[in-house]
Structure formats: C-alpha cells, structure tokens
C-alpha cells in the first residue's frame, strides 16, 4: 500500500462513515499518489484507482464541470467533455455510471442516479437539491486530490446559503438539455456571476488558514505532492457564521477596496443591471 494513500485512507476510516466524497483533482500535484510512469492512460488509470483506494466504499463523485452553456445555450450530458482536468474527462467516459446535476457545474458518479437531482427546469447550480445540498445533508467530504484550496467549488453553494453573495448577481440562462435520445428538455439556469468588468477575488490564503486553525482542513504531504481533506458541514457552518457578521468575509483586500463602497452607495446587493446592459 502506498503510504501517502494510506494516511487518507486512515483520516476517512475515523470518521466511521460511508458519507460520500467529492474529489477535486490535479494529477501533477498528486503524483505522490501513484507509482510513476511516462504512459499518460497508465497514469489516468492508476490515479482514478487510488481516489477508489481512497474512497472505498462510499460514494464517489468528480467534477465534470463544463462552461460551454453559458455561451451556446445547449447542454448535452452524454457529450460535453469536462474542462477541469485530464482525470475528471477520464472518469467520465471511462469509469462513470452517471452525470448528475445541472449545466456547467455537473459530476460524474459511481451512485445510482437520483431522480431528485435536477438536470433541466428551473435550477439553480448551488442550490439545496443539487450534489453540493446532497454532500451537505449526508456529511460528507472534500477530497483536493493534488487540487489547489482555490478550486474548493463548495464555497459557492455557501454564498448561496446565506441568501446570495452581495458582491455577485443572478443572471438566468435560458437553453435546453439535449438528452441521448435527440429529447430537449427546457432549462433555465440561475447563475449567480462576477461583476462584468470588476476584479473580484477570494482571499484564499486566509481562507484555508482560518480553516485550518479550526480543524476543517486536513493536509496531507509528500515530496511535490498535497492532498486536503475538508469537512463539509463544518466549512460550511463556519463561514456561514463567518459571512453572518460579515458578509465580504471571502474576498481579497482589493476585492472590498471597491465592493464595499458600492454596496453601501447602492444600498442592496448587486443586480445584473448594474454591470450588464439589459436588452
């Protein structure tokens, strides 16, 4: 057994669950994982088999995220490659039984398709019947497979638990989901999005460190590699009490040098009018 492996495999074990996992991944940044080869499909598959390793029994699931709706209006979930990395578009062919969730932010999985996941209608990508609500609900974890702390897509789905983050706004996009079977079913995607033409940035260094000094964030080192662990329910209490006192608690320095004066000039939260033209 590969001990870095090994190390994870131990952390989930105390948690004496099978709560699902959600794996973030960069294969280069976790090539401690995997005995090393110059074969790019030995290496996908050797990866793939370490994050089952990791996982064991609990349910599994990998971003498929792909952000080509947002531009052409058509989802097809049986074709549409995933854009966040090598491994993810490998799981999706190679090993998924389903793509779950809405356009743009979706997950491949080794679960029985849920019929209460939303995939066409009305839907909101972070919103409580979605994936992260799933992960949420059942205790689940966050696994940064080599995966920077900046890619943690959860921190979404906690914007939207305390009502929407002030500093974006929700913009609808209207398309279809093209099914296998040439069906298109009707969706209506509320995406809340950056100010067009602002800078807006987390500050991720103090993120993971105040979430670190409460035992949120687990690391897990080797030579050129890092793996994080991340409990759901508790990140998503903490900066929701956090974003209770104050709700520009995510963003950089540079981010509130301009946020916070136009929040208090406007007196509300951001609408798309603001940053967009209307037709």
Request: include cysteine.
């Amino acid at each position: 057994m590969n001990p870095f492996i090994e190390s994870i495999q131990n952390a989930l074990a105390a948690d004496k669950s099978d709560s699902p996992l959600l794996a973030h991944a960069d294969v280069f940044r976790a090539r401690a994982a995997i005995a090393n080869t110059s074969d790019p499909k030995l290496m996908l598959s050797r990866h793939m088999a370490a994050l089952l390793a990791i996982s064991g029994d609990r349910p599994l699931f990998i971003p498929s995220f792909n952000y080509d709706f947002t531009r052409t209006r058509v989802y097809r979930p049986e074709h549409d490659a995933s854009q966040v990395g090598v491994l993810t578009e490998h799981a999706r062919t190679q090993w998924a039984s389903w793509r779950c969730g809405p356009p743009v932010f979706n997950f491949s999985s080794n679960m029985p398709a849920d019929p209460s996941i939303p995939y066409a209608g009305d839907v909101d990508p972070f919103g409580p019947d979605t994936i992260f609500g799933l992960l949420h609900r059942t205790g689940g974890k966050v696994l940064m497979y080599g995966a920077p702390f900046s890619s943690f897509t959860f921190l979404h789905y906690i914007e939207r638990l305390t009502g929407g983050p002030v500093y974006r706004y929700d913009k609808l996009f209207i398309g279809v989901v093209q099914e296998k079977d040439g069906i298109e079913r009707p969706v209506q995607l509320n995406y809340h999005c950056r100010p067009m033409g602002k800078t807006l940035e987390y500050d991720w260094v103090k993120l993971r460190s105040d979430a670190q000094a409460q035992g949120i964030v687990h690391n897990f080192k080797a030579p050129g590699s890092e793996v994080l662990l991340i409990d759901i329910a508790l990140i998503c209490q903490f900066w929701q009490d956090q974003l209770q006192r104050d709700p520009l608690y995510l963003l950089d320095q540079d981010s509130r040098a301009w946020v916070e004066p136009e929040l208090s000039r406007l007196g509300r939260r951001f609408v798309v009018s603001d940053f967009e033209g209307v037709s």
